[in-house]
């Protein structure tokens, strides 16, 4: 790491902090994985729309790298050589199995325990808890549906759904449990991407989810994943970033390109922002419109109601 470098170069921007953490299982791995690489930057929190797909997003002078972009953020910074911790290991083929134990079953099970397993208590709290009740009942039901509708969950295989995603989240801790066995990560002798990933997926188990979470209870079967767990989260989250010692190296080329920006007016930076205020309207006339459909269809109901009491 370039001792020239400062905080003032780099942001990532998120939904706020929740649980003593940041909660947000899109946030939370790219948070880690700037922490592996020792990248000093800013954090900063975007409120303006609770469900964007945008969330989180990286930014530096004018680059920007946005979750929804090229596979998300931490496989955007890779692909465009601003942070890469898996370089020569991407096409390896252990590295890719646990790769996909990680971000499709293990992501999967946490996705239904989110929405479906626990009735949505701690994504309700981490994305609508701040929204007028109307509002976040609307996005909040919408949002469950999306999330059954991506894992294939219907009324008539909810039973047999769950009983195979949690099952493939069993396997999966048991084979990267087997795996990690004492090590302190799960593939050679520094982190990679899939610790931000599988670190992310741990501590937002245990820390967000409910005591009654199946899923939770699955993953504290296995101590030693809690205990690498706790080591990584206090040396790279908890630590002094002064006292680590840097994993690596960052082009020069796009510090100064970096430093140089950040000395001029930044042009394109606020045009975003003008980009985010303008839907930012479009986003308050949406939930004035959820709000008059959902007092009309209710209105609509008690009605109804009462015209089959008259009748009675």
């Known amino acids: 790491m370039e001792g020239d470098q400062n905080t003032s170069g780099f942001t990532l921007v998120t939904r706020k902090p929740c649980f003593g953490l940041q909660a947000c299982p899109n946030c939370l791995p790219a948070y880690i994985y700037l922490k592996l690489?020792?990248?000093?930057?800013?954090?900063?929190?975007?409120?303006?729309?609770?469900?964007?797909?945008?969330?989180?997003?990286?930014?530096?002078?004018?680059y920007v790298a946005y979750n929804n972009e090229?596979?998300?953020?931490?496989?955007?910074?890779?692909?465009?050589?601003?942070?890469?911790?898996?370089?020569q290991l991407q096409s390896h083929p252990d590295y890719l199995s646990l790769k996909a134990l990680i971000l499709s079953w293990l992501e999967e099970a946490l996705a239904y325990e989110m929405w479906v397993g626990t009735e949505g208590?701690?994504?309700?709290?981490?994305?609508y808890a701040d929204l007028p009740w109307v509002i976040n009942k609307v996005l909040f039901y919408k949002q469950t549906n999306m999330a059954k509708t991506r894992l294939g969950i219907t009324k008539e295989n909810t039973e047999e759904g769950e009983k195979q995603i949690y099952k493939k989240a069993s396997d999966a801790y048991e084979v990267l449990s087997?795996?990690?066995?004492?090590?302190?990560?799960?593939?050679?002798?520094?982190?990679?991407?899939?610790?931000?990933?599988?670190?992310?997926?741990?501590?937002?188990?245990?820390?967000?989810?409910?005591?009654?979470?199946?899923?939770r209870c699955k993953l504290l079967e296995?101590?030693?994943?809690?205990?690498?767990?706790?080591?990584?989260?206090?040396?790279?989250l908890e630590a002094s970033s002064s006292s680590l010692p840097p994993l690596h190296s960052f082009p020069s080329s796009f510090s100064k390109k970096g430093s140089k920006e950040n000395s001029k007016p930044k042009a394109e930076k606020t045009e975003e922002e003008k980009k985010f205020k303008k839907r930012a309207k479009f986003f308050q006339a949406a939930q004035f419109l959820a709000v008059g459909i959902y007092l009309s269809v209710m209105g609509g109901v008690s009605n109804d109601e009462l015209e089959y009491e008259d009748d009675d």
């Open 37 to 62: 690489a020792q990248l000093p930057f800013q954090l900063a929190f975007n409120s303006t729309f609770p469900d964007s797909y945008e969330l989180p997003y990286f930014e530096t002078g004018t």
């Open 70 to 87: 090229d596979g998300g953020v931490i496989e955007k910074l890779k692909k465009d050589g601003v942070v890469n911790l898996d370089s």
């Open 121 to 127: 208590v701690s994504a309700w709290k981490i994305y």
């Open 178 to 215: 087997t795996r990690l066995g004492e090590q302190k990560f799960l593939s050679e002798d520094r982190p990679l991407s899939l610790e931000a990933f599988f670190l992310s997926h741990i501590l937002f188990t245990i820390q967000v989810l409910p005591e009654t979470s199946k899923l």
């Open 222 to 236: 296995h101590g030693n994943l809690v205990r690498y767990a706790e080591k990584l989260k206090l040396y790279f």
